[in-house]
């Protein structure tokens, strides 16, 4: 009997580095091309062994990306190097992050015949002789992020990436819970689930216009003529960056982008109509009490505007510095320790706690994960993403609302078949070596930020 086949590469039992491979009749897609830094030293970068997808050669039919986060994009210009013939399909917000990943990394001649093809939100999109694919329009921390619907001879999927259902958006995206119900109408064999925030128990989600109404509650009961003001966030959160931008206005202050990364992920994000603020002015000496500092290094990554700001001489300024962001599993410690240094320095900080709320997550809580479920009505489940913890949650879940055939993955590598009509069957195909390389990338952060900084210090 023929099956679809689902193969993990990595972004199971780990937090990033994600890439997972269907087959149907030796015909292969892979979904996304993640990466993730090594734990122990975060200039080097970690990705998935390739190694089985690299044999199947001319099978690989082509690589889909379900958004522009680095846990499923982070590896794209290694894969696009080693597979110069397959084919990237993607929204258009996650083809213009691709294209600046390639000019980043001065690959731009060496890649310029590359195909990557945008395909809008709801276009359906003809892969090889087996799949059909869409892409299904979800809320998540970032623009244009995607579920992936995949209809084959053999049964359809649909594969969530990275998804959350923002009650109240700021921005232009929308969860397409229409076309998710006519998929399930249709018949859903399986579903591949996102089981990031499955411990999350909450049962009324906040949403992302509540952390805009927090935060310029709390910027104005910080804000004073003398003190500067700085916030750190993700740096393609643009629904974030466009509230504190507004927040920034609101105080009479003009917003300043600090760090490579926030400067260029903004850039693209103005381009593509997602950022509302009129142009980007760089800066890179957060000192100046006129402005509002919008900065890269909520999670202590090094070398970015926070880390050098810390490793710093202190301000002679009262400074306030707003963290809106969570904390990524593995590095709370690197986190937690520049949090010292900067307090240690005299800064006030202003955390999410129970007494501020700056940040929400963009992954589903384990309510909203049920909502989809239920929806869906699948008859295989097969949780994704996530600690032994998180993956062994959502099979419950799963089991809890009488999900027929709920799957538990053991590890990377290993291979579930099934189809319309038969039950999922497992093979370990090859057990993966994680694959960490020197990430020459990181000194871009530097470099700009004591160019800024030598400019700014000049002026006064």
Same mark, same amino acid.
């Given at each position: 009997?023929?099956?679809?086949?689902?193969? @993990? &590469?990595?972004?199971?039992?780990?937090?990033?580095? !994600?890439?997972?491979?269907?087959?149907?009749?030796? %015909?292969? #897609?892979? $979904?996304?091309?993640?990466?993730?830094?090594?734990?122990?030293?975060?200039?080097?970068?970690?990705?998935?062994?390739?190694?089985?997808?690299?044999?199947?050669?001319?099978?690989?039919?082509?690589?889909?990306?379900?958004?522009?986060?680095?846990?499923?994009?982070?590896?794209?210009?290694?894969?696009?190097?080693?597979?110069?013939?397959?084919?990237?399909?993607?929204?258009?917000?996650?083809?213009?992050?691709?294209?600046?990943?390639?000019?980043?990394?001065?690959?731009?001649?060496?890649?310029?015949?590359? @195909? &990557?093809?945008?395909?809008?939100?709801?276009?359906? !999109?003809?892969?090889?002789?087996?799949?059909?694919? %869409?892409? #299904?329009? $979800?809320?998540?921390?970032?623009?244009?992020?995607?579920?992936?619907?995949?209809?084959?001879?053999?049964?359809?999927?649909?594969?969530?990436?990275?998804?959350?259902?923002?009650?109240?958006?700021?921005?232009?995206?929308?969860?397409?819970?229409?076309?998710?119900?006519?998929?399930?109408?249709?018949?859903?064999?399986?579903?591949?689930?996102?089981?990031?925030?499955?411990?999350?128990?909450?049962?009324?989600?906040?949403?992302?216009?509540?952390?805009?109404?927090?935060?310029?509650?709390?910027?104005?009961?910080?804000?004073?003529?003398?003190?500067?003001?700085?916030?750190?966030?993700?740096?393609?959160?643009?629904?974030?960056?466009?509230?504190?931008?507004?927040?920034?206005?609101?105080?009479?202050?003009?917003?300043?982008?600090?760090?490579?990364?926030?400067?260029?992920?903004?850039?693209?994000?103005?381009?593509?109509?997602?950022?509302?603020?009129?142009?980007?002015?760089?800066?890179?000496?957060?000192?100046?009490?006129?402005?509002?500092?919008?900065?890269?290094?909520?999670?202590?990554?090094?070398?970015?505007?926070?880390?050098?700001?810390?490793?710093?001489?202190?301000?002679?300024?009262?400074?306030?510095?707003?963290?809106?962001?969570?904390?990524?599993?593995?590095?709370?410690?690197?986190?937690?320790?520049?949090?010292?240094?900067?307090?240690?320095?005299?800064?006030?900080?202003?955390?999410?706690?129970?007494?501020?709320?700056?940040?929400?997550?963009?992954?589903?809580?384990?309510?909203?994960?049920?909502?989809?479920?239920?929806?869906?009505?699948?008859?295989?489940?097969?949780?994704?993403?996530?600690?032994?913890?998180?993956?062994?949650?959502?099979?419950?879940?799963?089991?809890?609302?009488?999900?027929?055939?709920?799957?538990?993955?053991?590890?990377?590598?290993?291979?579930?078949?099934?189809?319309?009509?038969?039950?999922?069957?497992?093979?370990?195909?090859?057990?993966?070596?994680?694959?960490?390389?020197?990430?020459?990338?990181?000194?871009?952060?530097?470099?700009?930020?004591?160019?800024?900084?030598?400019?700014?210090?000049?002026?006064?």
């Amino acid at each position: 009997m023929s099956r679809i086949h689902f193969i @993990p &590469v990595g972004g199971i039992y780990e937090f990033g580095n !994600q890439g997972y491979l269907y087959g149907v009749d030796d %015909e292969w #897609i892979l $979904v996304d091309a993640g990466s993730q830094f090594s734990s122990d030293d975060r200039t080097y970068h970690a990705y998935p062994d390739y190694s089985f997808v690299d044999a199947l050669g001319e099978k690989l039919k082509a690589l889909i990306i379900t958004h522009n986060h680095e846990d499923h994009l982070g590896g794209i210009t290694r894969f696009m190097t080693d597979h110069p013939h397959v084919p990237v399909y993607c929204t258009p917000f996650v083809e213009a992050h691709i294209g600046l990943k390639i000019a980043q990394q001065d690959l731009r001649l060496k890649l310029k015949r590359h @195909p &990557v093809s945008a395909v809008p939100q709801g276009q359906r !999109q003809k892969i090889g002789t087996h799949f059909n694919m %869409e892409f #299904i329009a $979800v809320n998540h921390s970032t623009p244009e992020s995607s579920m992936i619907y995949m209809e084959t001879p053999y049964g359809n999927v649909l594969h969530t990436g990275d998804w959350r259902y923002e009650r109240n958006p700021v921005g232009k995206d929308r969860m397409n819970w229409k076309r998710l119900e006519e998929i399930s109408a249709h018949g859903l064999t399986a579903l591949v689930a996102d089981s990031t925030g499955i411990l999350n128990d909450t049962t009324e989600p906040l949403s992302e216009l509540d952390v805009k109404k927090s935060l310029f509650h709390l910027f104005r009961q910080t804000d004073q003529k003398d003190k500067v003001l700085i916030a750190t966030t993700f740096s393609t959160h643009t629904d974030r960056i466009n509230s504190l931008c507004e927040i920034a206005r609101h105080l009479g202050r003009e917003p300043k982008f600090v760090g490579t990364g926030m400067q260029a992920n903004s850039g693209v994000s103005k381009k593509c109509g997602f950022l509302h603020e009129k142009r980007i002015v760089a800066d890179g000496w957060m000192n100046n009490p006129k402005s509002f500092y919008i900065a890269t290094g909520c999670q202590a990554e090094e070398n970015s505007a926070m880390d050098l700001f810390a490793q710093g001489a202190p301000l002679k300024r009262p400074t306030c510095i707003l963290f809106s962001a969570r904390v990524i599993p593995g590095e709370e410690e690197k986190v937690a320790a520049m949090k010292a240094v900067l307090r240690a320095k005299g800064y006030d900080l202003i955390e999410n706690d129970a007494t501020h709320l700056t940040h929400v997550s963009g992954h589903a809580p384990r309510v909203d994960t049920e909502r989809l479920i239920q929806l869906m009505k699948p008859r295989i489940y097969i949780p994704i993403h996530g600690n032994e913890d998180h993956l062994k949650a959502n099979v419950r879940l799963g089991r809890k609302l009488h999900v027929p055939c709920p799957v538990l993955l053991e590890k990377c590598g290993e291979q579930i078949s099934f189809s319309k009509t038969s039950e999922p069957v497992s093979e370990q195909l090859y057990t993966p070596v994680k694959v960490v390389v020197h990430s020459k990338e990181r000194s871009f952060e530097k470099r700009f930020f004591e160019k800024s900084a030598g400019k700014n210090r000049k002026r006064t």
